[in-house]
């Protein structure tokens, strides 16, 4: 599993707010920046993948199979390669 340790995503109820996911930490951290979510990841080198398994994984755990972005592809859709 090959996950960066901080994305980024848009605030899932205020779409103009970002915010920050770290690796193996549940919930997420509003950030105050004049870019999007999506610059940020772009800048950074963090796929739709990976930004989508983060997501998944500071919600439903870091153990879940929507916590990696090897069951993505390459648009962000999960795509369910490993078996629960």
Not at 4 to 17: D, L, V
């Amino acid at each position: 599993m090959n996950l960066p340790t901080i994305a980024y995503a848009q605030h899932p109820a205020n779409p103009g707010q970002v915010v920050a996911i770290k690796i193996n930490e549940f919930g997420y951290y509003p950030i105050e920046t004049t870019c999007t979510a999506a610059e940020l990841n772009e800048t950074a080198g963090i796929t739709k993948a990976q930004v989508e398994a983060m997501v998944t994984g500071s919600m439903f755990g870091w153990g879940c199979p929507g916590a990696n972005p090897d069951n993505y592809d390459e648009n962000g859709k999960f795509i369910r390669k490993q078996q629960w």
